[in-house]
C-alpha cells in the first residue's frame, strides 16, 4: 500500500518570485495543494522534512496526513505528493505539488512495475527480459494504493509474455490499463551470434601475356 506519513507544512500568503526567493533562504520549499473540490492554497514546507519523507519512499506516490498550519489554527487533510521539483544542476528541492483526496473516494493513479525473479528463458537460454510497460494506470480508494506492482516473471520461457491481465492486484485496487497490453517479454538474445554473410567466388585472375607482333603486309615484286 503506499506509504502514509505525516508531514507538516504552513499556509503560505506571500507569492512572487522575491516572495519565493525568501522562503528557499529560511530553508523552506514552496508548494500549493489542490483537488478534493477545495481550492488551491499555496504552502511552505521545511526542505529537510521533505527530503525526508522522499528518501524513504519506496516510489513517487506518498500518502502523507498534511498538517496545514494556518497562524494559530490548523487542519489535517490527505494528499498524494503529486509532482516533485528539482533544480537541474542542484538537485535542491524547487517545489512540490500535493492532490488532496478523499479517504472515501477513488482515486486514479499510476503505479510502477517490478519484475521479481529471473525468467527461465533468461537464466536457462540467455534471453532478455524486456518491458514494454513500465507503470501501470490502477484505480483504488487512497489508503489501497500500492506502492509498487511486483510481478513474478520466474516461469517466463523465451518468446513468452505477460499482459496486463495476468497481473494479480491487491483486493480493492483496479487497472485502468487495457488488459491486451504486453507488460514484459522474454526474447533471444542476440548477442554472441555469428553473423554469415554469403562469400563470393573468388574472380579467376586475368593472365595478361605478351602481345606478339603483327604481321607486316607483303609487298608485291613488280
Known amino acids: 500500500m503506499a506509504q502514509q ?7 503560505r500568503t506571500l507569492v512572487g518570485r522575491n516572495a519565493v526567493k525568501k522562503i528557499k533562504e529560511q530553508g523552506l520549499v514552496p508548494g500549493v495543494i489542490y483537488g478534493s ?16 519523507v522522499l528518501a524513504h519512499a519506496s516510489s513517487e506516490h506518498v500518502l502523507v496526513e498534511l498538517e496545514i ?22 538537485r535542491a528541492l524547487v517545489h ?21 525473479g529471473e525468467a527461465l528463458g533468461v537464466r536457462t537460454f540467455g534471453g532478455l527480459l524486456e518491458y514494454s510497460l513500465r507503470t501501470l494506470e490502477v484505480e483504488c480508494f ?10 513474478d516473471v520466474s516461469n517466463l520461457n523465451i518468446g513468452e ?49 605478351e602481345k606478339k607482333p603483327e604481321a607486316k603486309p607483303e609487298t608485291s615484286q613488280p
Open 5 to 11: 506519513v505525516k508531514l507538516k507544512a504552513q499556509k
Open 37 to 52: 473540490q477545495a481550492e488551491p492554497m499555496t504552502l511552505q514546507i521545511d526542505a529537510r522534512e521533505l527530503t525526508t
Open 69 to 90: 498550519v494556518d497562524g494559530s489554527e490548523s487542519t489535517h487533510r490527505l494528499a498524494l505528493i503529486q509532482e516533485v521539483q528539482h533544480h537541474p544542476l542542484k
Open 96 to 116: 512540490v505539488d500535493f492532490h488532496a483526496v478523499s479517504a472515501t473516494e477513488k482515486i486514479t493513479s499510476e503505479v510502477p512495475i517490478e519484475a521479481v
Open 142 to 151: 487512497p489508503q489501497d494504493l500500492p506502492d509498487i506492482v511486483r510481478i
Open 161 to 209: 509474455s505477460l499482459h496486463v491481465r495476468d497481473i494479480q492486484l491487491p483486493s480493492g485496487v483496479e487497472a485502468i490499463t487495457d488488459d491486451d497490453l504486453t507488460v514484459v517479454s522474454v526474447v533471444a538474445s542476440r548477442v554472441g551470434e555469428e553473423v554469415t554473410e554469403p562469400v563470393e567466388a573468388a574472380a579467376t585472375p586475368e593472365v595478361i601475356t
